[in-house]
């Protein structure tokens, strides 16, 4: 065991050990070190990546005296594989390590106890990042950070790419021992979760609804909120008296929701959604909410979702529903340029009391072009509204509290909106709220992400027609790179494993790819595919049922995909029956699909098969489907068959999109179980606009969930029954 003391030895006054400094190189070395610690020691982990290694960590340390787990090197020491960190004791810190290219084997990646019995308190988890540590099967559930005991702080840390379902943080208030716990969550980068496309995606939950009337009194600060957009709920707060200060939440889908518990304080913070889609603010229910200063702008969300919503509730409420907002202050709070703001929401026969005893005061509320984004579903004569100002706006359903004239906004050195005229200075947000600086967050020593460019990135690589030359570039290529097909006929004997983001390309001339497997393109974790200008066809697949132009993994996938087709050919896909143009498996799951000015033509199975999450478990297969500009002739199945079944309301999508497009005789094999040219089971937006439907199968639409809202105008229907809108 390698064992040494630091060369300035630290000798701590009125104590008679010595603290020491131990570099361990092999997991042994470890196990046999950390039995040993007292007060002030530290247990240094040697550089290099450290694989299946479930690190317990316990001990005594004292006030200003911790024992401390640290590496050599931070950001050097990797650790990976089948691994996670259970600590329990006192006086704890871990710090520097990297959690990289792996799972944990437990349920838990780095957890504040050791047993139910055996937890950590006055412990610090710092500068540790948890980069896509995530379970290979996407609806396996764990969580990264479990909290428990009290008094624990977790700060300057970087999650990021949490996409198996399971929060990726929690505070746990499930014994004494963790009730009233005082934590504190600080500085840390949370950075983009993708859409998980079902319940349990939410980024930091306090407490469960079974404890939710117990305080916790845990402060969250200065943390920042990176596109968080796994579900409907960035943060769910489930218990009482806690602090949420000064965070900065960007383009990050969902909202921070006062799920149970009372007595919370939600003061300081700045979301700035800029205009994407389903970004939200803060959702109040219960007792003794206190809402200020809060600054939100450009957050599109609607419903539950939206930029700001105050929730009606439900008589002598179960713990797990939903609590009357009582005594709510919600004052000198700024929503600028946002969509909605819901009154007295979720109003129905069950949630049918309405809010009480509660202030609205002092919010300046601001759109540019004037229109009214408030939406008062019940009586909310229990709201008192004081001297808000409003911009203008013609038709608002609320007058008294409100001053509604013009106003003039000016962005300042901040980056925040503020009236330009003196007489508002004391409406929304305070001059002085600090926006938090994002360096402060996480270790500076783990890039945060940019962008996500997926095509058109790298270099353009260009290839003549020839056996497999297609197979070949693409399986060179770079992620981002183009490869550029020369015109001419493509034959592809393998299929084409794409596990990074490629465009495929025809810019000269005609160029027609044939295959003989059952795929042409497989996407693998990892992979996106945009086609252009070229033509697919089916004449060289082999005569079996089921092949597929392109389809998915057909095990889970937990990265996100998009695929693009655009100005595209596809053509006899029919060597045999069930002959998609995507097939796309279970827990598998698109960020987008889009087809756009393309055409098919012959196709004995659907173009795009999304119908295989049939549990009613509220999953399905993909965000965002667009087809537009295209036509479709002579197809057996459906064009889109999508299914999202159950009753869970956590997720946004899915959304479909059909415009200024043509069918003809779509739906009409013997093989189409739905019966529909379109079938959408569970979409929650849809639009469906200027196309022309000839001898097809009708549109069949089934609303199950949520407030669906569905768009079909300007379409022509020859030979093509009516659409059937289906409500559950
Ligand atoms: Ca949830």
């Avoid at 009480?356 to 300046?364: A, R």
């Avoid at 005609?510 to 042409?520: C, K, P």
């Amino acid at each position: 065991m390698t064992r040494f003391t630091l060369a300035a030895l630290t000798f701590i006054l009125g104590q008679t050990g010595l603290a020491e400094t131990l570099l361990v190189g092999t997991q042994e070395e470890y196990e046999n070190a950390v039995d040993a610690l007292e007060p002030g020691d530290t247990i240094v982990l040697a550089n290099g990546e450290w694989r299946d290694f479930e690190i317990l960590f316990t001990g005594k340390g004292e006030p200003d005296n911790p024992i401390t787990l640290t590496a050599e090197t931070k950001g050097e020491v990797v650790i990976t594989g089948q691994s996670n960190l259970r600590m329990a004791g006192e006086y704890l810190v871990v710090s520097g390590l990297v959690f990289r290219d792996g799972y944990t084997p437990t349920n838990t990646v780095i957890s504040f106890r050791r047993t139910r019995g055996d937890l950590a308190y006055h412990s610090r988890v710092t500068e540790t990042v948890i980069d896509r540590f995530n379970n290979p099967e996407r609806q396996e559930t764990d969580f990264w950070v479990m909290m428990y005991g009290k008094h624990n702080r977790f700060d300057h840390n970087h999650l990021v790419g949490k996409s198996n379902a399971g929060v990726t943080m929690a505070v746990r208030l499930d014994s004494e021992e963790s009730q009233q716990n005082h934590h504190r969550i600080d500085h840390n980068y949370f950075g983009p979760r993708p859409v998980l496309g079902s319940n349990g995606g939410e980024t930091l939950r306090i407490g469960t609804s079974q404890y939710s009337l117990t305080d916790s009194f845990t402060v969250v600060e200065n943390n920042f909120f990176d596109r968080c957009d796994g579900e409907l709920e960035i943060i769910s707060i489930k218990s009482g008296r806690n602090t949420l200060r000064g965070n900065l939440f960007v383009e990050s889908r969902g909202t921070l929701t006062f799920r149970h518990g009372n007595g919370n304080l939600v003061e300081n913070n700045v979301f700035l959604g800029n205009g994407v889609d389903h970004t939200g603010g803060i959702r109040v229910i219960n007792f003794d909410q206190v809402v200020r200063n809060n600054y939100l702008e450009g957050l599109t969300g609607h419903r539950f979702g939206g930029a700001f919503v105050v929730m009606n509730g439900v008589p002598d409420s179960p713990l797990n529903r939903y609590f009357q907002v009582d005594n709510a202050m919600i004052v000198h709070n700024s929503i600028i340029d946002s969509d909605h703001i819901e009154l007295a929401a979720g109003s129905d026969e069950e949630r049918s009391a309405t809010p009480v005893n509660s202030v609205f005061g002092s919010n300046l509320i601001h759109n540019e072009d004037g229109r009214n984004i408030i939406t008062v579903h019940d009586n909310i004569s229990g709201i008192d509204f004081r001297a808000n100002a409003l911009n203008g706006v013609e038709d608002s359903p609320l007058s008294d509290g409100f001053d509604n004239s013009g106003i003039e906004l000016r962005r300042a050195d901040n980056g925040l909106l503020y009236p330009v005229d003196d007489a508002l200075a004391d409406v929304g947000v305070s001059r002085d709220l600090q926006v938090l600086d994002r360096t402060s967050t996480g270790v500076s020593w783990y890039p945060k992400p940019g962008a996500d460019n997926r095509f058109g990135t790298g270099e353009t690589i260009g290839i003549d027609p020839g056996l497999d030359s297609l197979t070949d570039a693409a399986a060179g290529a770079s992620a981002g790179d183009v490869i550029a097909m020369a015109p001419g006929e493509y034959l592809v004997t393998k299929t084409i494993v794409v596990d990074r983001p490629l465009t495929v390309q025809a810019t000269e001339g005609a160029v027609t790819i044939e295959f003989e497997r059952t795929a042409l393109f497989e996407l693998v974790d990892g992979g996106s595919l945009k086609l252009d200008g070229v033509t697919i066809s089916g004449r060289a697949a082999p005569d079996v049922a089921g092949n597929s132009a392109i389809r998915t993994s057909r095990y889970s996938m937990l990265n996100n995909y998009m695929l693009v087709v655009e100005n595209t050919t596809v053509e006899d896909l029919n060597t045999n029956h069930s002959f998609n143009f995507f097939t796309l498996a279970k827990h598998t799951f698109a960020d987008r699909i889009e087809i756009a000015d393309s055409s098919f033509t012959d196709v004995t199975g659907h173009i795009l098969e999304m119908n295989r999450e049939t549990e009613d478990l509220g999953l399905y297969n993909g965000e965002y489907v667009s087809i537009t500009g295209s036509s479709f002739r002579n197809i057996e199945g459906a064009i889109a068959d999508i299914y999202r079944g159950g009753t869970d309301e956590s997720t946004f999508g899915p959304h479909f999109e059909l415009r200024s497009s043509s069918l003809d005789s779509v739906g009409n094999g013997s093989r189409n179980k739905s019966e529909a040219s379109v079938r959408l089971h569970g979409v929650q937006d849809t639009d469906i606009v200027d196309n022309e439907f000839v001898g097809s199968q009708p549109v069949r639409v089934t609303h199950i969930v949520g407030e669906p809202v569905t768009v079909m105008s300007r379409n022509r229907f020859d030979g093509t029954p009516e659409p059937l809108l289906n409500e559950i």
